[in-house]
C-alpha cells in the first residue's frame, strides 16, 4: 500500500509531461488476470485506485493474456507498463510480450506502429523543366483536363516517370 501513495505522488508531479511506469507490480488488478492463484483484494483495490486517481492507461497486451508463469499452473498478468495521457497520445503505442525462456516472465515489448501517411509527395526538380518531352506532355494533359477531360493525376504520374 505504501508503494502505490508514493507511486501516486510521484505521477502526479508528471501529469503534464510524459510518463511511463513499467515493472513488476506483483499485482492484478480483477480476477481475469489470474489463473489457479489467489490475492488480496485490498492489494487489487489500492492497485485500481492508483490507476484512476492519475489517470493512467493500462493497455491491453496484443498477444498474451498473463505474464508470469508459476509452479502448478499458476499464471498472473503482473508485469505492465501504465501511461498517462500524454505518453499515450505521442503515437500509436502497441505492447506484445515475448516468448519466455529462462525466467518465469515474459518480457515486455513496447513499439510504435508504423503509420502509413500515404504516398510520398510528388517532388519537382528544375532539370525536368528543361526536358521538351516532358513540358509538352503536362500541356497536354492540362488542356485535356480544361476541355473537360478527366485527368487521372496517377496515370499522369506514371506517364511523366516514363518520360524523365
Known amino acids: ?66 505474464t508470469w508463469y508459476g509452479p502448478t499452473g499458476k499464471r498472473c498478468k503482473f508485469d505492465r507498463i501504465l501511461f498517462n495521457n500524454t505518453w499515450w497520445g505521442s503515437g500509436q503505442w ?19 506502429q508504423q503509420t502509413d501517411w500515404g504516398p510520398v509527395p510528388f517532388k519537382v526538380y528544375n532539370y525536368w523543366l528543361k526536358n521538351e518531352e516532358l513540358c509538352k506532355l503536362v500541356e497536354d494533359e492540362l488542356k485535356n483536363s480544361s476541355a473537360g477531360g478527366n485527368t487521372n493525376v496517377q496515370v499522369l504520374l506514371k506517364k511523366a516517370k516514363a518520360v524523365i
Open 94 to 112: 502497441s505492447l506484445r510480450a515475448l516468448n519466455r525462456k529462462k525466467s518465469n516472465h515474459k518480457p515486455l515489448l513496447l513499439y510504435q
Open 1 to 66: 500500500m505504501r508503494l502505490w501513495a508514493q507511486l501516486n505522488t510521484f505521477a502526479r508531479n508528471w501529469n503534464e509531461k510524459c510518463f511511463y511506469s513499467l515493472g513488476y507490480y506483483n499485482c492484478i488488478r480483477d480476477d481475469s488476470e489470474r489463473l489457479n492463484c489467489i490475492y488480496r483484494r485490498s492489494d487489487v483495490d489500492g492497485f485500481n485506485r492508483l490507476i484512476d486517481n492519475v489517470n493512467l492507461l493500462d493497455p491491453e497486451i496484443d498477444n498474451a493474456q498473463y
